[in-house]
């Protein structure tokens, strides 16, 4: 028969990162293109014996229906841990367990905006973000970036101009600490700036966090949620990156009035988290492993980082790129000839992928980027790909 679709998934597409897939797995394939953690950094022995426990002890409640908001034990290890690492006070009733960080992006959206409302996104922001906003119809107006992150003087002209169209955006989307795609970390007087930009003109921040806690060089930074003393943050972390991406457990903190609404909204989304990952993030929590876990993952991480930055010096030309001091990736920014997008095909010849910086952008991207990431693809194999990647380019140059 011949179905008759709404018109909600109008403006959806495939995520560029999913069509990637299709290639990364061909025979010999090296690819710089997904943002998964290495296995390497799983803690998998630990999670293995947190779960005989549960089964033997707790399996009544870890394997039943739970609470929309997620596990309390869970939460209330969750305000101990955002203590001691963010410098951050939560109140649990204040928070809500989310199927990953993905989950909360989408419901944010739809909570704050309305179909065709405007919200600030830097330019270029998560890809995961952009879905969200298609998703639910939302427009995006860019605020552009460099190394220091997000530039806050554009993001000052374009409030402005906003305000003499009549427009009040629903919400600034940021990721302060080694963004995705770019691997820029926002200064702190930029997270200062940001925040009283935020307060005169009375829109939330959303700030994303999922890679705080991978730095690998310099000084820790405080999140906006730290800073914040009017309560207008919503802060989301979660332990994709720290514990393990398959257990799809992350969290948002946010004021009592929003996570209202998000239980409302979860209530209808999935009715309640998987109660069997909370509960070994709770224990992971509990038990201390996650203290002794992060350094393991920084010390492969780091050495990856190195090795991709050596690999970039040795080889690439025609090219400038980030150098994150943490994180899982780094922006790759090619002689401005050159369209990265219609470049995959001749990298996926030369087998090496990477994901095209033009999906990284609402509108107006700028087509010669791309995201490189090193945290999953072994040591050697990053040497070599970065190799191919620079044959690749170099072929690219010859052509035009």
Known sequence: MDFEFSDNLKNVKSSEIRDLLKYIRLPGMISFGGGMPNPESFPSKEIKNILDDIIDNHSSSALQYGETDG??????ELKNYLLKDENMHVNPDNMIITTGSQQALYALSKIFANPNDYVITEAP????MLSSL???SVRSVSVNMDSDGMIIEDLESKLKMLKSMGIKPKFIYTIPTFQNPAGYTMTLDR??????LAYQYGIPVIEDNPY???RYSGSKLPALKSLDTNDIVTYLGTFSKVMAPGLRTGFTVSQPEVIHRFNMLKQSLDLTGDSLSQYIAYEYLKRGIIYDQIPKTINIYRRKRDIMLESLDDN???AEWSRPDGGMFLWLKLNGKIDSSKMLKRAIDNKVAYVTGSAFYYNNPEINTMRL???YSQDDEIKEGIKRLAKT????????
Do not use: P
């Open 71 to 76: 596990l309390i034990y869970l939460r209330d």
């Open 125 to 128: 922001t998560y890809v995961g």
């Open 134 to 136: 298609n998703a639910n």
């Open 191 to 196: 997270r200062k700036h940001l925040l009283e």
């Open 212 to 214: 705080g806690d991978l």
């Open 316 to 318: 690439m030309e025609n």
């Open 373 to 375: 990431n090193f945290t």
């Open 393 to 400: 380019v170099n072929d690219e140059m010859k052509s035009y």
